[in-house]
């Protein structure tokens, strides 16, 4: 088996199949936090089969949320949003693996609660969009600039899952 690892993030094995990696930033917000459901999102994503890349609990400040959700900041809930992520501590992620950045939103679940079915993590654990305990972004672009806020790049590991050749053909 030829098996080599490109620095675009792209792993080639037995000479033919491709699978493109993706990375995604995921947090467990303060309700999650304080609620105990920081075991529970990171259990969901390791029994999935996403890589754990980055983790650390952050007391975000004001200015670093108002930056992380600057495309909301005309929205009316926005201050509410701000006061209410920096309330207490997040636990704050970076996942890896194919598709998990859309994958990721469906572990999640809806932005609203009440849309979110059952077996996803707002729709299991919470009733109200604004406590609505879990972070995950929403394309590849903002992934990319989502982990560049939250992680300096040598928070970010690179290691090799044994798990890697049961997930991917
Ligand atoms: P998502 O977090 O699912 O990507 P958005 O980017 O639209 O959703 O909104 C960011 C966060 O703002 C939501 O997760 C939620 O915490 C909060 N939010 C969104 N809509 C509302 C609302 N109508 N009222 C209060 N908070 C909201």
Not at 129 to 140: K, L, T
Not at 142 to 155: N, Q, T
Request: aromatic fraction near 10%; glycine fraction near 8%; charged fraction near 25%.
């Amino acid at each position: 088996t030829l098996q080599a690892v490109s620095n675009h993030g792209v792993r080639f094995n037995h000479f033919f199949s491709v699978v493109a990696m993706e990375q995604t930033f995921i947090a467990v917000k303060p309700d999650g936090v304080q609620r105990g459901l920081v075991g529970e999102t990171v259990r969901r994503f390791e029994q999935k089969g996403f890589k754990l890349v980055a983790m650390k609990m952050v007391q975000a400040s004001s200015a670093h949320l108002e930056e992380h959700y600057k495309d909301l900041k005309e929205k009316p809930f926005f201050s509410g949003l701000c006061t209410y992520m920096a309330s207490g501590p997040v636990v704050a992620m970076v996942w890896e693996g194919s598709g998990v950045v859309a994958m990721g939103r469906m572990l999640l679940g809806e932005t609203k609660p009440q849309d979110s079915l059952p077996g996803t993590l707002r729709g299991d654990f919470c009733i109200n969009v604004g406590r609505n305990i879990v972070h995950g972004s929403d394309s590849v672009e903002s992934a990319k600039r989502e982990i560049a806020l939250w992680f300096k790049r040598e928070e970010i590991v690179t290691w090799k899952s044994c798990t890697h050749d049961w997930l991917y053909e």
